[in-house]
């Protein structure tokens, strides 16, 4: 589906994100690392410093304490002034004390503690630093303004020469510990300090990040332009677009998929191109196909149906898509599809439907796989309505045949044998048994002469010898000569024939053939003294023939059948006045040869009329 894909969902996006988380957290370590080594680097710095100066000031204040000739509370001010000044611009110092080793104040640079000079101390450090006779330091937090400072306690020991000096005046004491001095010192500045530092580098990696945030945009761009442009060739590929080719970048993996890409578009193209043109036969073939085919899926949904399975079924496929074929083709319901997939044989299936005969035989063939499943069922219907209607006539035809030989056969059988028993002495009945069995050998001779004309004309085996021939004097001989052998009957023929002529090329022995038939049965079923009508008129560019009589008629229901073979609407009674049956049928077979009509009309009880229409011209040959 051809869908715009957004900047927040595309791949362009999600590579940006993990450069710059990537980058981010890289500069997060490194940052962590680089603050935590710089504010312990100032640190350690600020602490030598501070070291140094308690030194400086730890010397001075050992000579200090071990001269008892100077003023040594003054020069101990002195020494803590000018060694930790309250005005150090580097330093921010919160107070410097002497203790002495009694841990008496002997001196504080804080003026809040002259109070207290000579009074014992409360530094525990101090304290410990004296005991211990080791040098302490501690960072703290002043509660009252929440500031960390820096503490520092370090013992004072005689400078090593001027003790020596005065172990030789007698002086014992002075090799020992002093007292300690005592340093407070704020740290804020060195974290200020760290602080600004770190400012200035989250700056410079803010910087850095958007420098690189829009390098990685267009190093993104150089990754993701490739691949949007094989989905906008692979949208156009599923539109049946082959004609463009993916843009080749480089010679990298991308680059090869790019190539790879475009040889995949080369062989799809050729591909679709030998499918469409299977397609289009198969379409082909099916369309053209006599036979109705019929595909289903697996569960037995029709998914395919051709135009002659349409026509056949009755039935389009827009409303049997989808649905279960044992339905579609009526077929019993206690039969599934899965019934079908082994089905060998074919079925005979019944779509007729009024009077309308439609006889379908019906092929299943499954779809499968080399050992696989069943993926489908292919189902090829054909029109046997005509086949069986044939074998139906064909059936109906030897056992009328059969029926009409056999009984003037048991009737000629009977009498033979009757004449054979004695029969043949008696002079009264042999006479009568050799007439009927002449008329049974005569009535045989017919029917089977019948029969081969029928043969004949089935098999186009004769000639037609077309005479240009006015039907006008044509119809008065037949009447004429008809009038001639009903004398003793007692039948009436009228003329209605149109007085201008009427030329028609037409083979005079088969047309009179035609005549003869239909106009032998009006007097067959015309009652004594019945009238037979005989007219010719024309209607339209056609001359129409009609032979009327007042017989019994014919029912409606069997008018559309008189003129099949061996069709009789009262058989008794046609087999007494001597018909085969063929007739009519022959009539029909001759009447269409001559590029005419012929059909009937009648009222049951109240008389038949046969009608035939022929081409025909006012001017022999057909010339105006």
Same mark, same amino acid.
């Given at each position: ?91 921010? %110092?919160? #107070? @410097? *004390?002497? /203790? ?8 504080? =640079?804080?003026?809040?503690?002259? &109070? ?33 400072? %820096?503490? #520092? @306690? *370090?013992? /004072? ?8 000096? =005065?172990?030789?005046?007698?002086? &014992? ?452």
């Amino acid at each position: 589906m051809d869908q715009n894909v957004g900047f927040f969902k595309s791949i362009r996006f999600k590579l940006i994100i993990i450069y710059m988380l990537l980058i981010v957290l890289a500069m997060q370590i490194i940052g962590f690392y680089f603050s935590n080594s710089l504010e312990r680097s100032l640190m350690d710095n600020y602490e030598t410093v501070i070291s140094d100066r308690v030194n400086l000031l730890t010397v001075s204040a050992a000579r200090e304490l071990i001269d008892e000739d100077s003023d040594t509370q003054e020069n101990l001010n002195t020494l803590l002034n000018e060694t930790f000044p309250q005005t150090d611009e580097n330093i921010r %110092f919160g #107070k @410097a *004390q002497i /203790i002495g080793k009694d841990f008496v104040l002997l001196a504080s =640079s804080d003026p809040n503690d002259q &109070t207290r000079i000579g009074q014992l101390t409360e530094q525990t450090i101090v304290r410990r630093a004296i005991t211990g006779g080791s040098s302490l330091s501690d960072q703290r937090i002043n509660e009252q303004n929440q500031e960390r400072y %820096f503490v #520092k @306690a *370090q013992p /004072i020991r005689p400078n090593e020469d001027f003790a020596n000096a =005065s172990l030789d005046g007698g002086n &014992t004491e002075a090799s020992e510990l002093q007292g300690a001095v005592y340093v407070e010192a704020s740290i804020e500045e060195v974290t200020d300090q760290a602080q600004s530092i770190n400012q200035i580098f989250i700056v410079a990696s803010t910087i850095a990040l958007l420098i690189t945030f829009f390098v990685i945009i267009l190093v993104a761009r150089t990754i993701t332009a490739p691949i949007l442009d094989m989905r906008r060739q692979a949208l156009r590929m599923g539109h049946g677009d082959f004609s463009r080719q993916v843009k080749v970048y480089g010679s990298d993996e991308l680059g090869q998929l790019a190539m790879s890409f475009n040889e995949l578009t080369n062989k799809l193209h050729d591909t679709t191109l030998m499918r469409d043109r299977e397609q289009k036969r198969l379409r082909s073939v099916l369309a053209h196909m006599t036979d109705g085919v019929v595909a289903t899926d697996q569960s037995g949904l029709i998914i395919l149906m051709n135009r002659r399975a349409e026509e056949l079924l009755g039935i389009s496929l827009k409303h049997v898509l989808r649905k279960p074929i044992m339905d579609v083709l009526n077929m019993d319901e206690t039969q599934s599809i899965y019934d079908l997939y082994e089905k060998n044989e074919s079925v005979l299936l019944d779509f007729s439907h009024g009077e309308e005969l439609v006889l379908l035989e019906a092929n299943f063939s499954a779809i499968q796989e080399d050992d696989g499943p069943m993926n489908g069922l292919i189902t090829v219907l054909h029109d046997v309505t005509e086949k069986e209607k044939i074998e139906s006539e064909r059936r109906e035809f030897v056992a009328n045949v059969s029926h009409e030989l056999r009984t003037p056969l048991t009737t000629m059988k009977s009498y033979l044998e009757a004449l054979a028993d004695g029969a043949v002495e008696d002079k009264e009945i042999a006479p009568h048994f050799l007439n009927v069995t002449q008329k049974e050998t005569d009535r045989m001779i017919r029917l089977v002469n019948d029969l081969l004309q029928l043969s004949r004309i089935d098999s186009n085996d004769y000639e037609m010898d077309l005479r240009w021939v006015e039907l006008g004097s044509f119809l008065h001989q037949i009447i004429e000569r008809f009038e001639m052998i009903v004398k003793d009957k007692d039948i009436v023929f009228h003329r209605h024939i149109v007085k201008q002529p009427t030329f028609a090329k037409i083979d005079e022995d088969k047309l009179t053939q035609v005549l003869d038939n239909i106009i032998s049965n009006a007097i067959k079923y015309s009652p004594e003294g019945g009238n037979v009508s005989i007219t010719l008129l024309h209607q339209g560019n056609k001359a129409r023939i009609s032979i009327s009589d007042e017989g019994m008629g014919i029912p409606t229901e069997s008018q559309d059948k008189i003129f099949e073979r061996f069709y009789r609407v009262d058989k008794a009674r046609a087999r007494n006045v001597g018909g085969t049956g063929l007739g009519l049928a022959i009539a029909r077979e001759y009447v269409v040869a001559h590029e005419g009509e012929i059909w009937v009309n009648s009222e049951y009880n109240e008389g038949t009329t046969i009608y035939i229409t022929l081409p025909y011209s006012t001017f022999k040959g057909g010339k105006v």
